[in-house]
């Protein structure tokens, strides 16, 4: 596996859905983003440590929406004739050379413009994994700017101080987290093949 290959093409069929997560449709990923964007399915997945540290990664500058802003673990769509469980390890292997078990916790709706540039519109699936300790991540360079495991308790201070310095989609998901999920992450078991290098 070539961890380092291009994994995002503007040209890849993103799944189009309405409200309750039935497809409607397929449009190109660009066009999907433009203006107020097209509701379509994604994704979002948080790693922990036993001891409530997050893994968070810098957004690659080269993407047109929200470059360098900080978010969580990985995010991204399922593709056409994908579930959702392919979509979520694909997507760790992808960009962060890693695997884990995951649970999927709740399925919410958001719409986000960035300037004139585009924005997001999505049916987004949230996932959490637990890994014992942090563990090495050998990013990919097209898709991750920088990363950093960071307490729990220092990331609820970066969304309150700095929101403007992370992307809005990880504010609602962290926020939802900490109010209503904060118990079941906690008691998640770390297992799972971790295949960092």
Not at 28 to 36: I, S
Not at 103 to 108: A, S, T
Not at 173 to 182: A, D, H, N, Q
Request: net charge negative.
């Amino acid at each position: 596996m070539n961890k380092h290959k291009t994994v995002s093409f503007d040209n890849e069929p993103l799944i189009l859905v309405d409200g309750e997560d039935n497809v409607t449709g397929y449009e190109t990923k660009v066009n999907a983003h433009l203006g107020d964007g097209l509701l379509h399915r994604a994704f979002s997945i948080f790693l922990f440590t036993e001891n409530d540290e997050v893994l968070l990664q810098q957004r690659s500058g080269t993407k047109p929406l929200w470059p360098l802003y900080w978010s969580n673990s990985c995010c991204s769509h399922p593709r056409r004739g994908e579930s959702y469980e392919q979509a979520v390890h694909r997507r760790l292997r992808e960009e962060l050379a890693v695997d884990v078990d995951l649970k999927f916790l709740y399925r919410f709706q958001y719409q986000a413009i960035f300037g004139d540039t585009g924005a997001e519109h999505e049916l987004c699936s949230v996932f959490v994994g637990k890994v014992p300790a942090p563990v090495r991540i050998d990013v990919n360079p097209g898709e991750i700017a920088a990363w950093r495991w960071m307490p729990s308790v220092d990331v609820d201070r970066l969304v309150q101080a700095e929101p403007e310095r992370v992307t809005p989609w990880f504010i609602m998901e962290w926020r939802r987290l900490r109010t209503e999920f904060w118990p079941e992450i906690h008691d998640l078991r770390a297992r799972g093949l971790i295949t960092a290098a």
